[in-house]
């Protein structure tokens, strides 16, 4: 009983992570190197996956062992920190990029597809849209984790295309949920502006530069006082809500959730995230992001007040560079 059981959540941990549009078929196929009868088999439960098999399906979806498990510790809820190469990527670098875009594209059929993230660093599928912003935070992430001994020049920075079309694709991709809550560290443009003069003032980034980033940054700041105005996506009318957190916070969380799956995201160095698949660290994450909120201003549609104020605000420290 407790091997049938296994099965059918190693089955439902399959289905979580293969795309939609995918066949679930064909992806086991590619995966195992068996033939389509031998899948057809483990699917109906006929015959039980290896232990090599499920070494290799998790491995390749990046399934947890603990996930299908249902090991119950909590010293041993499944993390994995996804460290993908953003400058000069590699072609395992865009597998993981695909895989993320194809977990991002399937909420647009999830009518219960939420986000909610609380953040003291703009969230990326808003700046993407500006190029020498993104260019900005590929410098950064190479400075803080490159292990090149030589100096990092911004000017040196370079966005391939294909990663390019990658983060157009995220943009898009985000905007599928139909509710999206967001928590800004009420610091959130004064930590950005104090790494651009620090950067600035190193001589790593040259005079001419910082001042088309900070016209981008102006941009940026009229796009977000726009969505909060209106609160919704104006393509396809998903919602969007911005609160401004009264007190600050050092890490970063997010979470997704549709069709009772579920990821959470805590940031690591810069660009990249401790991830996790487990309802109980969802479940831990939203409590936490829902609590943030009470100690948080809404901005969306109510709080003109206060929006105003804070945009100003971002403005002026916009401007200080």
Aim: glycine share 2%.
């Amino acid at each position: 009983m407790r091997d049938l059981l296994l099965h059918q959540d190693l089955l439902k941990a399959i289905r979580a992570r293969v795309p939609q549009k995918a066949n679930l078929t064909n992806v086991l196929v590619d995966i195992l190197s068996i033939d389509k009868m031998a899948v057809h088999r483990r699917l109906r439960g006929e015959v039980s996956f290896t232990f090599s098999e499920i070494i290799l399906i998790a491995r390749k979806l990046g399934i947890s062992l603990d996930e299908f498990a249902q090991v119950d510790s909590l010293r041993s809820k499944p993390f994995q920190l996804k460290m993908t190469e953003h400058v000069n990527p590699q072609e395992i670098d865009y597998e993981m990029m695909d895989g993320y875009i194809d977990f991002l594209d399937a909420m647009k059929t999830a009518p219960d597809a939420e986000m909610a993230g609380s953040t003291n660093i703009i969230p990326s599928f808003f700046y993407y849209k500006y190029t020498h912003l993104t260019r900005f935070y590929l410098f950064k992430w190479v400075y803080q984790y490159g292990l090149s001994e030589l100096p990092i020049y911004y000017k040196d920075i370079q966005i391939p295309e294909r990663l390019r079309k990658l983060q157009q694709d995220t943009i898009t991709c985000y905007r599928n949920f139909k509710m999206t809550n967001i928590i800004f560290d009420h610091l959130i443009f004064y930590y950005l502006v104090n790494d651009l003069k620090y950067f600035t003032n190193v001589h790593l980034i040259e005079p001419a530069e910082l001042e088309i980033i900070k016209e981008e940054l102006f941009c940026l700041l009229e796009d977000l006082e726009r969505l909060s105005i209106t609160a919704h996506y104006k393509e396809n009318g998903h919602r969007i809500h911005f609160y401004i957190s009264n007190i600050n916070f050092d890490t970063n969380y997010s979470y997704m959730t549709r069709n009772q799956v579920y990821l959470t995201l805590i940031s690591a160095f810069v660009l990249n995230s401790v991830v996790s698949n487990d309802k109980m660290t969802f479940d831990r994450v939203k409590i936490w992001i829902q609590s943030l909120k009470r100690q948080s201003t809404l901005i969306s549609e109510s709080g003109e007040k206060q929006r105003i104020l804070f945009f100003n605000k971002q403005r002026d420290v916009i401007g200080s560079l």
